[in-house]
């Protein structure tokens, strides 16, 4: 199964785009976006540990989807301050993750480790630690950085049950390229859009790194690495969300793989036209009607 979605599903500026002015909460947003996909990453997980009542919220929140999974980001302190032990936190963490694990919800967990974190000796025994602590979820390990696509670190993650996360960034320096690789039994892809630009550039701003729309051909290009993944459990996940362009290049990846039209809001056709001929033909308020 493939399942395409974004990375977060509140954004201020997705107001009058992927959804009505007033919307933009999490609460209100995530039923809204939700229904467009099959999965959404959660991103608040990256900042703090959730609260299980928060948690229980995004569960109730998707009540009425049931092939939908969310996959969530581990808090940045065990991958950014890996010199401190966050012993309270671990706790912290997995207790309020309970929720989208018992009820079944969640996909994948993923380790998202910065640029800087390069493959060495002790690097790697540090993910393989980490792969340990929180082996109770299923685990994905995003590293941006070349040197850690080799056979030894993706035998080590297969040895853990953990998938690699297969990135789309912008080419520059020692980036890691687009690659189409499978381990632990799940896919899972992140684009992060091609601003070469302001990917480094110090005093760029969230917006400014994030704001790319992939072209039919780029997107195309990866329609032909998802199906060299095999049979895996296949997450796709857009983090180009500057105006909503990462659900504009969701919803065109949605109508490739499946070949049918997608449901699109009406305010996006109008934001990006070159979606008007995948939208669907919807009763659904809010949706282009074709």
């Known amino acids: 199964m493939v399942r395409v979605g974004t990375a977060g599903w ?11 002015k007033g919307s933009a909460s999490s609460r209100d947003a995530l039923p809204l976006v939700a229904k467009l996909f099959g999965t959404l990453e959660i991103n608040v997980t990256f900042y703090r540990p959730p609260g299980s009542r928060m948690a ?40 309020g993750m309970q929720p989208l694990l018992e009820s079944g919800r969640l996909g994948a967990l993923l380790l998202q480790f910065p640029h800087s974190f390069k493959n060495t000796p002790a690097n790697l025994a540090y993910l393989e630690s980490l792969l340990e602590r929180f082996a109770e979820f299923p685990r994905v390990v995003e590293v941006r950085h070349v040197s850690w ?8 993650l297969t ?23 499978v381990t632990g039994g799940i896919g899972y892809v992140r684009w992060h859009g091609r601003n070469k630009e302001n990917w480094f550039r110090k005093d760029a701003g969230r917006d400014e790194r994030y704001d790319y729309l992939y072209s039919h051909e780029e997107i195309h290009e990866w329609l032909q690495r998802i199906r ?9 996940i857009a983090n180009n969300h500057y105006r909503g362009k990462a659900v504009a290049n969701a919803l ?19 934001a990006y036209p070159h979606l008007a001929p995948m939208a669907a033909k919807l009763r659904t308020p809010g949706m282009l009607p074709l």
């Open 56 to 95: 229980r919220s995004w569960v109730e929140r998707v009540s009425d989807l049931p092939s939908f999974r969310f996959t969530a980001k581990l808090w940045q302190g065990f991958t950014h301050r890996r010199d401190e032990t966050h012993v309270a936190e671990e706790k912290a963490f997995k207790e």
């Open 252 to 270: 065109e990846l949605m109508h490739m793989l499946s070949g049918e039209p997608v449901a699109v809001p009406e305010s996006l056709v109008k």
């Open 159 to 181: 040895r853990h049950g953990a998938g690699f996360c297969n990135v789309d960034q912008p080419g520059v320096g020692s980036a890691s390229p687009p690659t189409s690789i």
């Open 228 to 236: 060299m993944m095999g049979d895996a459990e296949i997450f796709i």
């Open 10 to 20: 509140s954004y201020p500026d997705w107001e009058g785009t992927v959804y009505p």
């Open 149 to 156: 696509v080799t056979e030894e670190v993706l035998s080590t």
